[in-house]
Structures are given as C-alpha cells and as structure tokens.
C-alpha cells in the first residue's frame, strides 16, 4: 500500500472516484468497474462518505475490500457534519488496523431542511487536526473548490482557509469543474499565499445531463453555456451525452496536464466506460 503524499512525488497521478452504492447488484457492478479501471493501473481510487454517516459501513467495507485485493490504495472520504470525535476516533481506529492510510477529511454539508447537525466538528480542518493526531500517520487529502464553495463569504477569506486547510494536510482534490482557468487561478492565488501543496484537478465526465446540471448547482460549478447547450440538445440520446462528456473531460485533461497538474482525479461514477475512454485519448500511463 502507499500514502498519497508520497505517490504525488511521482507526477502526474491518475485516480478515480467511487460513490457506495445502495443494492447487492449495484455493489457487484461496481466491483466489476473497479476491476476494470485497475487494469488502467490508477494511482489511487477514493470512495465517498454519507455526510451524517449514512454510508459508515459501506464505505469503510469497500476501502477496505479494495485496499486488501488490488495493488492501489483505496482512500476513505470522511466527513465531519454531525460527528462526534469519538465517532471519528473509531472510524480511524477501524481504518488502521486493516491498513487503510489514506482519509480525505470532508466538512459535508449539512442537513438540506436547515437542523442543527449536532457534532463536534464546524470544518473540515477541525478533522484534519483529529486525522493528523492519530498514531498511524495516515496520508490527508482536502477538498478545494476552484469556483469558490457556496458557503464562501470571499474569494479571500476562502483562500485564505484553504491555504491554512492544505497546510495542515498533505495534497488536496478539487471539485469538478470545467473551465481551466478558475483552476489556474486558485493554484496561482494560494502560491501567492505561499503554499504550494499539490491540488489535484477533479474532472467529471458527463453521463447524465440533469444530474450533473443537479450537482453543480449545489457546488457552485460554471456550466459553461456551449457545453450545456450542446448537453441539452442531446438529453435523452445517453451515448451522445457520454461522447460529449469523454470529448469535454479529454480536452481539460490535456489541458491540465500541459499545465502541469500534479494528476488528474476522474469522477469515475462507478462506471469504468468513460475513463477508459478518456485515459486512452490521452494515451496516459
Ligand atoms: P470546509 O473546509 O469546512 O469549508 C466549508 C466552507 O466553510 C467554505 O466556504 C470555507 O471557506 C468555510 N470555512 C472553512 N473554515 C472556516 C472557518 N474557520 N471560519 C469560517 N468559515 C470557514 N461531501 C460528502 O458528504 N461526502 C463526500 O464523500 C464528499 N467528497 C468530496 C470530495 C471532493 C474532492 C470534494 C471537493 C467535495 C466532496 N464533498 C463530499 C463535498 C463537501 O463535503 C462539501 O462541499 C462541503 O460543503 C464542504 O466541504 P469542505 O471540506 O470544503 O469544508
């Protein structure tokens, strides 16, 4: 296994992320897609977390399944909304005793009807701080958002957090985007900061116009109108929507790399067609 600080040394990385899925079936599915993208042989792979623990158990199940059958490291995605560091403190428990050594500590969002979440935690870096204290050195990954995060007051107070969130971590992971230069900006604008931790780039291939319409919504992603335009024309032809989306995600890829991203971090959604697709157009690894 490998810490995830460690394999950015090697530049650029490729990773993918899974989401846990609910069913028996689903969950076979993605084992299937899991073994297709390891013979892409990624740098690591991550799986998502339920804010307010709705996924404890499948996540934590899955992370560790991968870690144990495939030469890459799966990360576990963490999130703090709602958690008690108790809660936590068990979570990491578990997650070093079977050998897991990377966590991307989350803040998550909090309950959509506007509850008090309860918890012990207000931001991700109040986890970072817990993650970093536990004896087993894990490798920590932060969330970034090149657009801004919707709960951001300014683009300075945001940075400003971001700096100091990276600082106490070892690398970050964007939010998907599909413009390059908000990406370019925020690594520009920490660098003015003086922190110069690697960032991957998230990058989504689309599958689904209303969902990813859905999702950026709730991030504050730019849909840039050609692209939606060209999206929406072609809604209910799925293949025609999944050619735009490797066409678009190859196109940032290529150009993030020229720019010397430190990896590219692929939104797999639990199917392996699209990054396929896009690792072979950019004929990486
Ligand atoms: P934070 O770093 O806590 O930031 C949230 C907001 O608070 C920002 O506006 C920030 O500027 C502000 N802030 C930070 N510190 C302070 C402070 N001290 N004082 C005042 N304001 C402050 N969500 C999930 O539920 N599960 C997942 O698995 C998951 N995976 C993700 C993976 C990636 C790569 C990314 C980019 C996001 C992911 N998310 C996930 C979404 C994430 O949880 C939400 O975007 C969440 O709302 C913010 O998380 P954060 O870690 O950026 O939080």
Redesign the pocket.
């Given at each position: 296994m490998a810490r995830i600080g460690e394999l950015l040394a090697a530049r650029p990385t490729l990773s993918f992320?899974f989401f846990p899925p609910k069913t028996d079936e689903a969950e076979r599915a993605l084992e299937k897609t899991v073994a297709d993208l390891a013979e892409l042989r990624p740098s690591f792979v991550s799986v998502?977390?339920?804010?307010g623990g709705s996924t404890r158990e499948r996540t934590r199940d899955i992370v560790v399944r991968i870690n144990r059958d495939h030469p890459f490291p799966a990360m576990a995605?963490l999130?703090c909304v709602g958690h008690t560091r108790a809660d936590i403190a068990q979570l990491l428990d578990e997650y070093a005793e079977s050998g897991v050594e990377n966590i991307?500590a989350?803040?998550?969002?909090p309950p959509a009807d506007g509850s008090d979440p309860g918890g012990d935690f207000?931001?991700?870096?109040d986890l970072v701080e817990q993650v970093r204290a536990h004896p087993a050195g894990f490798s920590i990954g932060?969330?970034?958002?090149p657009e801004l995060?919707p709960?951001?007051t300014s683009t300075d107070?945001?940075r400003r957090?971001?700096a100091t969130?990276l600082e106490m971590a070892d690398f970050g992971?964007?939010?998907f985007f599909f413009e390059l230069d908000p990406y370019l900006r925020m690594v520009d604008e920490l660098g003015q900061l003086g922190c110069d931790k690697p960032v991957l780039p998230?990058i989504m291939p689309v599958i689904n116009v209303a969902g990813v319409q859905r999702m950026a919504g709730m991030?504050g992603t730019h849909i840039p109108p050609p692209l939606l335009e060209r999206l929406v024309a072609v809604e209910d032809q799925p293949d025609e929507v999944a050619k735009i989306g490797v066409e678009t995600a190859t196109a940032l890829g290529a150009a993030l790399l020229a720019e010397d991203a430190p990896g590219l971090?692929i939104y797999a959604m639990n199917r392996s067609a699209a990054p396929r697709e896009i690792h072979a157009n950019l004929a990486l690894g």
């Amino acid at each position: 296994m490998a810490r995830i600080g460690e394999l950015l040394a090697a530049r650029p990385t490729l990773s993918f992320e899974f989401f846990p899925p609910k069913t028996d079936e689903a969950e076979r599915a993605l084992e299937k897609t899991v073994a297709d993208l390891a013979e892409l042989r990624p740098s690591f792979v991550s799986v998502t977390y339920g804010a307010g623990g709705s996924t404890r158990e499948r996540t934590r199940d899955i992370v560790v399944r991968i870690n144990r059958d495939h030469p890459f490291p799966a990360m576990a995605h963490l999130t703090c909304v709602g958690h008690t560091r108790a809660d936590i403190a068990q979570l990491l428990d578990e997650y070093a005793e079977s050998g897991v050594e990377n966590i991307l500590a989350l803040g998550g969002d909090p309950p959509a009807d506007g509850s008090d979440p309860g918890g012990d935690f207000a931001y991700a870096s109040d986890l970072v701080e817990q993650v970093r204290a536990h004896p087993a050195g894990f490798s920590i990954g932060v969330a970034a958002h090149p657009e801004l995060h919707p709960r951001s007051t300014s683009t300075d107070d945001d940075r400003r957090r971001l700096a100091t969130k990276l600082e106490m971590a070892d690398f970050g992971v964007t939010q998907f985007f599909f413009e390059l230069d908000p990406y370019l900006r925020m690594v520009d604008e920490l660098g003015q900061l003086g922190c110069d931790k690697p960032v991957l780039p998230g990058i989504m291939p689309v599958i689904n116009v209303a969902g990813v319409q859905r999702m950026a919504g709730m991030n504050g992603t730019h849909i840039p109108p050609p692209l939606l335009e060209r999206l929406v024309a072609v809604e209910d032809q799925p293949d025609e929507v999944a050619k735009i989306g490797v066409e678009t995600a190859t196109a940032l890829g290529a150009a993030l790399l020229a720019e010397d991203a430190p990896g590219l971090h692929i939104y797999a959604m639990n199917r392996s067609a699209a990054p396929r697709e896009i690792h072979a157009n950019l004929a990486l690894g």
